[in-house]
């Protein structure tokens, strides 16, 4: 295959993405029906889907076939918004499950927080959608003794950052962040529906409050063309 | 095969990637060997294999078996260093191939810096490495007006941002990032050695002067166990 040639059947299959009439509700037509209507061979067409998998165009659902992908969520990691304000103010639509919350020792998050192996944390397990669609499974550790009586709010409708604020009065002046791309391991993607292996964004997060006591560590799995990290640096030369 | 069988063997995988006797010159024994060690199928070795791959902890090299993977990279965005200094910082050796230098319109650089379509570039490709890893191929497209006579220096030694602050007296004040996951497109998959659809970390630059004035415009591809962006903020409650 020419490069010319696999350059032009991804960009005449992008035109078809952007066209409303072709995908119905957002699916593609099927493998078939493509190969036939773009004269290529299935081996061709499917190399071209690929690219514009890779490029977060367009994703497979549950054998269900080729999907149509939303626009990526812009996430800006030096900015202080919770999910919920950064994905509404994207004109898009937020959703959080529980799956599970309880108490146990987290080896990972005790060394991230500078704390003994056995420290017990509040763990909770959630799902988080946009327009219904399952983007991101994260599980969140918090110290006890900052929070006490954590896990009996409920973080489906309320943000754990709110309440953290407001109810317990903590700030959460210092944040680390470490992000990098990564093949989801096989829990997080029989959450999020998708097969493992599936490209994936990994986000670490470890907060401390303004005295510089631990108060939480995150881990976040999101599909890979879910979110767009954005970064705006101004003033520096 | 049940989760915690999956898990233990993950485990004595990593255990063995930590002895320095067990992989010579960083290379894991064949799988023959290692389903043999661990009584397993090479089904069952494969699978956790592709979660340490997953982790980014080992990585497959031209077809010459698996690897263990070096350390990640860390770069945090929100500083001003370039890829020679924050890769020697971190004990490691940096090396630059200038792949190809010429004039073109490229109207991706174009809208992102809002000129018009046909506005022509000074386009550098350049694949680098650390420790003789390929694990970055990259394309800088810089507005000639900014930086006359650019295309006679050696980006092989020097740094871009460097020449561009230094020779041609430019700040590169305003910088915006988006990165994101992806599967590596074919043409960089090659240039760094690895399958295309591999994952990979996509990092687009938008760099503006003090005088918002359009400098440069950047597209990197990194591969996905090369990189870890981290992001450190501190005094924001």
Redesign the interface.
Known sequence: MS?AY?LRLTDRLRELLSDPHACEEGRLPAERTLAERFRTTRVTLRQAL??L????RIHRSNRRGWFVSPA?LDYD??R?AGFNDYVRAQGRRPRTEVLLTDTRPYPTAAEALGLPADQPFCHIRRRRFVDDRAVLAESLWVVPERAPGLLEGDYASHSLWGQLRSRWGL?????????????????EAAELGVA??T???SVRRTIFD?RRRPVEYDEEHWL??A???????????
């Open positions: 490069d696999y690929a690219q998998e890779g490029e977060g990526r990691p030096t202080d700030s959460l002046t210092h944040r680390s962040l470490r992000l990098y791309s990564e093949a989801l391991p096989e829990r493992a292996g490209a994936g964004l303004e890979h063309d979110l767009c990290i954005t970064v705006e640096l101004d003033g520096k030369a």
